[in-house]
């Protein structure tokens, strides 16, 4: 048989808890466990959701625990996918426009491999859910031609659209499909082939294989995992018997036929696949094609939209100064000398943050500013402030916040230097009650 190291290859085909009352495996303690195994990589790639990418990143690359003590084991690749549904008309939501029902939600696996190719996956993600939902978020050939860029594509499981022609006897169709897929993605096409002890598996390996040597397109394997080891099988199987309002007695209760949906050892998958080599070597193919730096120096900072600034001015910190001078006049404390100085510190923070660290809060509060325009302009009702932002001299000053004056109360601008760039609107800022 094959011999072959965990770090010889990867799981590209992973379900976590995102994939809801399916997968098992939880993003706090899986890349930890691919670590110890001595996997290089691991790929996270759950139903119709890319929520759980950002959490899974940061657990694949940390060095350090909770309490900042360094790691023994080394940070693993992150492939960060998603197992869309694919349908031949996202838009088609009735029955009499998709006959087959659910049914016709098809599978598809998307892997990001640079930067362009995540922000891809989120749109994507994102047209499923806001018009192709119908059972399961949806997409469609149509819109992945339109966001494909920097991705990978992989032929999924039993539902995809080419396993289930080949599962049916549809071997020219599902080899169109194939011409297509290719023709979009090129190389970074794959035919996927995987074994779980299911009949329909087994029958369909054979004409993969061919379609690969017909089409030249590559074969790689993976194994699906939904959970991590073994013996979790009959954990995950009462969670989708929960999914389902359905008991574990039930001989009609949705289950796999066989606990092999785990995270197996290379050496595991070469027993099933040593018959093509190529197939497991592959996987480590799709590693080496993904740019982890250029998703890495994405991540974190202010993802802020651009700021349409008034004519003569190309800074926004020029512009928020202008506005932030002009509001201490207009509130009647231009000539108080602290409230000056206060409001050159604050101005002069916001500055040094953008300089040292990156957060831009001077184009932050403008988009703020502009909203809360809007908001009293159209009879929306806005809070006066929350939280240390109400001990800023600076937010009073641009319209942002309003009532008692910060430094007569002593409130201290320094808390707020503390802010989290993930908190930024809130519903309960604004009235409910907007029609």
Not at 198 to 206: F, K, M, Q, S, V
Not at 252 to 273: D, G, R, V
Not at 280 to 286: A, D, Q, R, S, Y
Not at 303 to 308: A, V
């Amino acid at each position: 048989m094959l011999k072959i190291g965990n770090k010889d290859f990867t799981h590209i085909h992973n379900h976590t808890e995102y994939s809801a009352f399916d997968g098992l495996n939880k993003i706090s303690s899986f890349p930890m466990e691919a670590r110890k195994m001595g996997f290089r990589a691991l790929g996270i790639t759950d139903h119709g959701t890319v929520g759980g990418l950002i959490k899974f990143f940061n657990e694949c690359q940390k060095t350090t625990d909770k309490d900042g003590n360094k790691l023994e084991l080394a940070p693993i690749v992150p492939l960060l996918g998603c197992e869309f549904y694919l349908a031949k008309n996202r838009f088609a939501k009735t029955k009499q426009e998709q006959p087959d029902g659910r049914k016709g939600n098809r599978h598809i696996l998307l892997i990001a491999k640079n930067w362009k190719g995540y922000q891809n996956l989120c749109r994507l993600s994102e047209a499923s859910w806001v018009d192709g939902f119908y059972n399961d978020p949806r997409i469609d050939f149509e819109l992945l031609e339109k966001h494909h860029d920097g991705l990978i594509c992989s032929t999924a499981c039993l539902s995809s659209v080419v396993n289930a022609n080949l599962l049916y006897g549809r071997y020219d169709v599902a080899r169109k499909t194939v011409k297509k897929f290719k023709d979009l993605f090129g190389e970074d096409f794959y035919l996927e082939v995987m074994f779980h002890g299911i009949d329909a598996e087994r029958l369909i390996i054979p004409d993969i294989i061919k379609l690969g040597d017909e089409m030249d397109v590559s074969l790689v394997c993976s194994n699906d995992c939904h959970y991590c080891k073994q013996e979790h099988g009959p954990s995950q199987e009462l969670m989708m018997c929960m999914s389902t309002s359905r008991c574990m007695k039930d001989p009609k209760h949705l289950h796999f036929p066989y606990h092999e949906f785990y995270l197996k050892s290379a050496m595991e998958m070469a027993s099933m696949f040593s018959s093509i080599p190529d197939a497991l070597f592959n996987t480590n193919e799709i590693v080496d094609k993904i740019d982890i730096a250029s998703i890495k120096n994405n991540f974190g900072g202010m993802k802020l939209p651009d700021f349409p600034l008034p004519d003569g001015y190309s800074d926004p910190h020029k512009y928020l100064e202008d506005i932030a001078w002009s509001g201490l006049r207009k509130i009647n404390l231009s000539d108080s000398a602290s409230h000056i100085g206060r409001l050159r510190l604050e101005l002069e923070d916001v500055k040094i943050a953008k300089l040292n660290n990156g957060y831009d809060f001077a184009t932050y509060f403008l988009i703020v500013r502009d909203y809360i325009n809007f908001a009293k302009s159209n009879g929306i009702m806005t809070g006066c402030g929350r939280g240390s932002g109400f001990g800023s001299l600076l937010l009073k000053c641009i319209g942002i916040t309003y009532g008692v004056d910060p430094l007569e109360h002593d409130l201290l601008w320094e808390r707020f230097l503390g802010f989290d760039s993930k908190r930024f609107v809130r519903f309960e800022d604004f009235s409910s009650n907007v029609s």
